[in-house]
């Protein structure tokens, strides 16, 4: 599959970051691994495309690519790895584009990683004849970047998920409780291999996390809207509401208005030792049809109150 970002995304180099917002967003929903489910290749072009969306997003990222400092997985070029590697042994000279001391037209970046190998054993075999000594090059591998949307729940609570990588291989991956919307876990040595004796590099799975229709979150807060009876707002009661762990009862104080916000506390999301609350916002609803006894109620409160929920909103205004 092509590497170059730009192309992956169907945007030319010269793309705002709007269009490059919308053209990811667009492949995205086609390629989403929920909608093919048994097609690897998708899957494959999926990681392709939230990877190249990761890099071109950030702006810092994205001039460095287009310099040539890094490469579309984010990693420094490997000819800025030798330079710094072996600097002090070579008084800092730099194996780059165009023909070198050396004899090599191109440099290090003409035949692609794929080449480094060779490059290097045929370098240093020519350094080793001068005199230099024989070396082999050993560099990590490079991080591999992919991108997870996980349930609201298996955010807040914690879970385990298949993820295939793009050499076809399914690893477990653990989601651990209170994951943020945007964090990035790193699974180590499970990213491109290493050059020689180099150790791999790592896997970056940056986290989605899908809205929830009832949940929302705050940090590590949690809120929701509860709908209570006009009976219930006005006697109070005890009622069920469901959290993040599960339903608890909790208390409507007698008088209760809509908007009004109940804490339950330490059940939002849970990291470690620490939990967040929950917030519960409360919100009066009147059933769709009202009956004869209501109204005659409702009428009979009118004529006798002199309640004026606005008054304090004219003062203001």
């Known amino acids: 599959m092509n590497d170059d970002p730009y192309k992956i995304l169907g945007v030319s180099r010269d793309a705002s970051q709007d269009e490059i917002r919308k053209a990811y967003r667009k492949l995205a929903k086609s390629l989403h691994p929920d909608l093919n489910p048994d097609d690897p290749g998708k ?10 969306h990761d890099l071109l997003r950030d702006p810092e990222k994205r001039r460095r690519f287009d310099a040539g400092e890094i490469d579309a997985s984010g990693q420094e070029r490997p000819q800025r790895q030798y330079y710094h ?11 780059d ?12 970046g003409a035949g692609g990683e794929e080449d480094l190998s060779d490059l290097f054993s045929e370098l240093f075999g020519r350094r080793a004849g001068a005199g230099a000594g024989s070396r082999e090059f050993h ?36 989601v651990p409780a209170g994951v943020r919307d945007g964090q990035t876990l790193r699974l180590r040595g499970k990213g491109g291999p290493g050059y020689g004796e180099g150790p791999p590099g790592d896997a970056l799975v940056t986290i989605s ?21 006009f009976d219930e707002a006005v006697l109070g009661t005890k009622v069920d509401v469901p959290t993040v762990h599960g339903p608890v009862s909790m208390t409507i104080p007698k008088g209760a208005s809509s908007g009004q916000r109940l804490r339950l506390k330490g059940k939002g999301i849970t990291r470690g030792k620490t939990a967040g609350d929950q917030m519960v916002r409360l919100k009066i609803v009147l059933p769709r049809t009202i009956d004869d006894d209501m109204r005659d109620l409702a009428e009979r409160w009118r004529e006798t109150s002199s309640f004026d929920p606005r008054a304090d909103l004219r003062r203001m205004t």
């Open 85 to 95: 590697q072996y600097a002090g042994q070579d008084q800092g000279r730099r194996y």
């Open 97 to 108: 584009a165009g023909p070198g001391p050396e004899g090599f037209a191109g440099g290090f």
């Open 43 to 52: 899957q494959a072009e999926f990681q392709a495309v939230s990877s190249a």
């Open 209 to 229: 996390v899908r809205p929830h229709p009832v949940f929302s979150r705050d940090g590590d807060d949690i809120e929701m809207e509860l709908p209570i009876t």
């Open 139 to 174: 560099a990590r591998g490079p991080d591999m970047r992919y991108h997870l949307e996980v349930e609201f729940m298996d955010a807040a609570r914690g879970a385990k998920r298949a993820v295939t990588m793009p050499d076809g291989k399914p690893i477990e991956l653990t």
